[in-house]
């Protein structure tokens, strides 16, 4: 039996929007958050790997789903970790997820986590409370908009 963690005091974190990526059909919404000991932002090389391996968790899973091409990534730069998030609309109404873990110094060997049942911590719950919104709003109301008024929003700022 393992000991009970004492909890931490809840500080804000920055989430930072990095644009919308493209690939082949697929449209994805970038974000990075980040711990208040590495508010440093994600360098170029970094979003580039954590871009490929967003798009390579869509592209081995998505098959035989009806989607979108549309989703959203997030790139937590946690104090324990490194913690790629990548979802993408199926259905009408649902979200599809992939979750990896690992070192931004490592991308390409970060592990995919997402068969043990690990969900995202409440600074993700943020991002993926405003991508919910937006997805009613602007796809599933009509006259919303659709699709691209979608991935037109982005959430940006301490959560």
Do not use: Q
């Amino acid at each position: 039996m393992s000991a009970a963690l004492a909890p931490a005091a809840y500080e804000a974190r920055l989430v930072r929007s990095h644009g919308v990526w493209t690939e082949g059909e697929w449209r994805v919404k970038a974000y990075t958050i980040a711990h208040a000991a590495r508010e440093e932002a994600a360098d170029p090389a970094t979003l580039d790997a954590v871009r490929r391996l967003a798009f390579a968790g869509i592209a081995a899973h998505a098959d035989g789903f009806e989607h979108h091409a549309a989703g959203f990534a997030i790139f937590h730069m946690g104090a324990d970790g490194d913690y790629l998030l990548t979802f993408w609309w199926h259905g009408e109404n649902m979200l599809a997820a992939r979750i990896h873990i690992g070192s931004r110094e490592k991308m390409a060997e970060m592990e995919d986590r997402t068969a043990t049942g690990l969900m995202p911590c409440v600074w993700e719950l943020e991002v993926i409370g405003f991508e919910r919104d937006a997805w009613v709003e602007c796809v599933l109301t009509p006259g919303g908009g659709g699709v691209d008024a979608y991935l037109s929003r982005a959430l940006e700022g301490m959560v």
